[in-house]
C-alpha cells in the first residue's frame, strides 16, 4: 500500500498502556554530502542501540523484548534491500496489531528514531505537504507513459499507446511496451509522418486522458517529461499547467530515474 494511503491509519494507530511504535526516518541519498561512504549504515547501527540502551536502563522487561524483536526485523530488512535503496527509508513498525510499514523513497528524509506510544509522523506529515500526489507523463510520438506519484512512491503506472485506425489511446497496466507488434520499416515510417502531421489533434485527446486521471486520482501537481518539442505539444492541449518539466527522453529509463530527475532536477 502507498505511503500515502497508509496516513490515515497511522494517525490512528496507538497503543493503550506504554510504548510499543518504532519510527524510523533514515537518509540514504548518495548524493548528500555526509553519505559518500555509506554512513547511514553508522547512523542506523547506533540509532537502534541507543534505543536499546534506554530501554536496558529502564525496569519494563516487556517493552524490552519486544524492542529487541522490532530492532532485529528492521535491521534485516534493510540488509536485505541495500540495493533498493533509493534517498531515504521510512519504517514503522510495532508488535501491537503487526505494524509493519516499510517505505523506500525518491526524496530525501532527516534520520532519527523513536520509540514511542504512536507512530511519530511530523516528517511523513511535511514530505505530504512537499510532495503532494502527482501525475508525471512522459509524452512520445504514438506511447505516452503516465506515473501516478506521491511522496517520491510510485501509486501506479500505466502506458497509452496510440492505435492509428481508431485514432485514440488505449491504456495497459506497467510502463513497458515490449509487446508491441513489430512492422516494417515503410509502414513504420507512414505512421510516424501520420502521427506527425497530426500530433496536436491527436495529443488533445490523449490530454483529455490526463486531465480525467488528475480528477480521479486527485493529482495537486502534473509534470513533463520529455523531448522539448513533444512537451511543448502536449503542454499547449492541457488545460491544467504543468508544475514542472524535465527535457529529457526518459522512456526508457526506470521510473525511479524519472522521478529522481523530476524532483530534483
Same mark, same amino acid.
Given at each position: 500500500m502507498a505511503l500515502e494511503n497508509e496516513l490515515q491509519n497511522l494517525k490512528d494507530f496507538t497503543c493503550a498502556e506504554s510504548k510499543c511504535v518504532l519510527s524510523i526516518y533514515l537518509n540514504t541519498d548518495p548524493a548528500d554530502q555526509d553519505q559518500q561512504k555509506g554512513e547511514w549504515k553508522i547512523r542506523l547501527k547506533n540509532g537502534l542501540n541507543r534505543i536499546q540502551e534506554y530501554l536496558d536502563a529502564s525496569s519494563d522487561e516487556s517493552e524490552l523484548k519486544s524492542y529487541k524483536k522490532l530492532k532485529k526485523k528492521v535491521d534485516n530488512e534493510i540488509q536485505q534491500n541495500r540495493t533498493a535503496l533509493q534517498k531515504g527509508v521510512i519504517i514503522f513498525a510495532s508488535e501491537h496489531e503487526d505494524l509493519w510499514s516499510v517505505h523506500y523513497l525518491q526524496v530525501p528524509v532527516e534520520t532519527s528514531f523513536h520509540w514511542e506510544a504512536s507512530p511519530v509522523l511530523d516528517q511523513l506529515n511535511e514530505l505530504h505537504e512537499k510532495y503532494p500526489r502527482a501525475g508525471v507523463i512522459l509524452p512520445n510520438q504514438d506511447e505516452v507513459k503516465v506515473i501516478d506519484t506521491s511522496l517520491g512512491e510510485v501509486n501506479d503506472e500505466r502506458t497509452y499507446q496510440f492505435d492509428p485506425g481508431s485514432e485514440d489511446w488505449s491504456f495497459k497496466e506497467g510502463l513497458a511496451s515490449s509487446d508491441r507488434t513489430a512492422s516494417g520499416a515503410s509502414h513504420v515510417d507512414k505512421l510516424q509522418q501520420r502521427f506527425e502531421e497530426n500530433r496536436h489533434?491527436?495529443? =488533445?485527446?490523449?490530454?483529455?486522458? !490526463?486531465?480525467?486521471? =488528475?480528477?480521479?486520482?486527485?493529482? =495537486?501537481? !502534473?509534470?513533463l517529461v520529455g523531448e522539448a518539442e513533444m512537451i511543448r505539444s502536449f503542454e499547449t492541449s492541457l488545460r491544467t499547467k504543468p508544475a514542472g518539466s524535465v527535457n529529457k527522453n526518459l522512456n526508457n529509463a526506470a521510473t525511479t530515474k524519472v522521478l529522481e530527475e523530476v524532483f530534483h532536477s
Open positions: 489533434r491527436f495529443y =488533445k485527446k490523449m490530454a483529455g486522458n !490526463v486531465e480525467q486521471l =488528475k480528477k480521479d486520482r486527485g493529482w =495537486k501537481e !502534473v509534470y
